[in-house]
C-alpha cells in the first residue's frame, strides 16, 4: 500500500528543513578567525636626524624610527601621520619639499613576525613638524627647558641673509637686541617666568634697501627640576583604622635622575624614615600633615603646604571616631528614678558612607577640609531621660610623642553625676 501524496510532501519539507539547520550549524567552522595583533611593552622612539622641527617651505627633514630591543629582533615600521598611515615602511621617513599642508605630528610604530602572529610596538611619542610659508622662524628646542639651564634660539630667515639686527620679543615685548650677524640669541639662568610666546624680527640690506621681517609667536616652557608637592590623604574600608598618605611631586630631571627621597609629618614631626616612595600608611590621627621631596645629589628639597585631618575642639584635636556628645532631654519629661543607669551603646547605623575617593574607615570620619563632623543618631525618650542624669563621657589618651603617630587603642569609659548644673 502506497502512502498518501501529502504525506510524502510533508517528509519531503521536513527533511529540507533539517538540512537547512545542519548547514547553518557547520558556518560558524567555516568562518575565519579575525586575527588580534599581539602588543609588547616595547616602545618605538621618533627623533629628527637633519632639519628642524620648524621648516619653510621647499625644505626638508629626515626623521629616524628606533627601537630598543636586546633580542635584536628584525623589525618592520609603520609611520604615521596623525591617525593617518604614511605609505612607507622604512626606518627612515624623508619629508621632501615640504608644503604647509605637511604640518603635523608623525609617529612610528614597530611590527614583527611571530609564531602567533604580527607582533606590535607601543606607537612611539609624536614629533611634531611645522612648515612655514613666511619669511622668518624662531627655531627653539623641542623639549621644555629646566629652571638654571640657559636657552639658545635662533632666528632663521629663508634664504639666510646677511643681518645686521635681531630683536627677541617675549608675549609682544622686546627682551633682547642684537646687532652682530649671527641669528643666535642666548638666555640665561631661566626661571619660570621666563616662560612665555616668543618671537623674533631681524633686519637686513639689500640693494641699498632694509628689509625686516618678523616671525611666529612660539612657546617657550620652562619646568622647575623639583616641582610644589601636594599631598593627598587617602582613607578606605579596606584600610581599617590606617589612612594612605601620598606625596604627589613632578620630578623632571633628565635620564638618568638622581633618586628622589620622600618623607612625612604630623604637626611638623616626622613620621619614620625616608623612602623612596611617594606614600605611608599611618593610623588615623587627626592633626596637621604634610609632605616634603627631596634629591640630596642636587640639595633639592621642597614642601608641600600642611593639610589637616580631623576636628578641632577648645583648641585640641579630637579624633571623631571617638567622640559622642549625648543628646539633652526634654524639659517637660520627669526622670524616672534608676538605681543603676544603662549603659549606652552605639548603633551600628552611626557609621557613615564615605565618598568613593577619599573613603573612611568603619568608624565614620568625613576627610573634607578643613575640619570633620560627626553625625549624631535620634534620641529615644528612654534613653534621654537616663542621661539627664548620667553623662557618659569618652577620654581621648593624648599622643605618645613617638616617631610613628600611633594613638593607644585604650579609652577609659567614666560615668559622671550632672546633677548640679547643666
Sequence with gaps: MKPPPCFLQTVSVTMDMLISFLGLLTLPQLVVPQVVPYLTTLQAEVEIVSGESRIFTGESVHLRCSITDKHRSTWRYLWFKGSEELNTSGENYRLERARVKDSGKFYCQGVRDSLVGDIHTSKSLPVEITVDGGWAILQIPNHPTLVGNNLNVRCHVRGNPALHEVVLYKDGVEVMTQTVRKPDLYLTNLSVEDQGMYSCR?????????????SAEVPVQVLEVLSKPILEIATSINLLNKMKLICHVQYNAPAPAHPINYYFYKNNIRLGVATSENHDLVNQIPGQYSCKAKVPMLNLSRSSEPKSFGIVKGGQ????????????????????????????????????????????????????DPFLNPSKPEPSPLLSTVLSHNQISINVPQESGDMSGDMSSDLAFTEQSVGTSE
Design 202 to 214: 631681524a633686519s637686513w640690506d639689500i640693494e641699498r634697501r632694509t628689509r625686516s621681517v618678523i
Design 317 to 368: 584635636r579630637q579624633d571623631s571616631r571617638f567622640l559622642w556628645t549625648p543628646p539633652v532631654s526634654s524639659p517637660d519629661l520627669s526622670p524616672p528614678a534608676a538605681t543603676e543607669p544603662t549603659a549606652a551603646q552605639h548603633s551600628p547605623d552611626q557609621s557613615m558612607a564615605a565618598p568613593s575617593f577619599i573613603q573612611s574607615t568603619e568608624v565614620s570620619i568625613q576627610p573634607s
